[in-house]
């Protein structure tokens, strides 16, 4: 039975918001027990809260995190989120795809697509952003 969108939702933006704080055992409370997350650019797949909250807190940031909330959609227990991260040094954006049981995060599918210049034989269709 598909869940409320407005609650899944919710939940995707607490889980943001807790990110935001940098207390990623925070976050990791947005994530159900059988939570796993699936970088498919790199192959790998993280099983479990603990291992999100052990990469988050090991990953050799320059300074703390930021993270901005460009968008949120959600229908049914399905929620699309893009956010920009940084840590002053890095920056990256993430289109992640989070699927939410019983009020937890259960999995997500994450896409940190790499930034490029835009190619020069387009430049007379398209604006720089």
């Known amino acids: 039975m598909a869940g409320n969108a407005q609650d899944s939702k919710q ?6 918001a807790a990110m935001q704080t940098n207390d990623f055992k925070a976050a ?3 994530l159900h027990d059988d939570y ?4 498919p650019q790199s192959g790998e797949r993280i099983r479990g809260r603990a ?4 990469i988050n807190d090991h990953y050799p940031a320059h300074g703390r995190w930021e993270f901005t909330v460009h968008r949120i959609i959600a229908e049914g227990d399905e ?9 002053g040094v890095i ?5 992640t795809f989070s699927t939410v049981h019983a009020g937890k995060i259960l ?3 994450e896409f ?17 952003i």
């Not at 939940?11 to 943001?16: H, P, T």
């Not at 796993?36 to 970088?39: A, I, R, S």
């Not at 929620?79 to 840590?87: A, F, H, L, P, Y």
């Open 28 to 30: 990791g409370e947005f």
């Open 79 to 87: 929620v699309v989120s893009d956010v920009g991260v940084t840590d």
């Open 107 to 109: 999995h997500q599918t």
């Open 11 to 16: 939940i995707v933006e607490g889980f943001w």
């Open 91 to 95: 920056t990256g954006r993430a289109i």
């Open 112 to 128: 940190w697509p790499d930034p490029f210049e835009p190619l020069a034989w387009r430049a007379g269709w398209v604006e720089k």
């Open 36 to 39: 796993v997350l699936e970088w």
């Open 51 to 54: 291992n999100f909250v052990a």
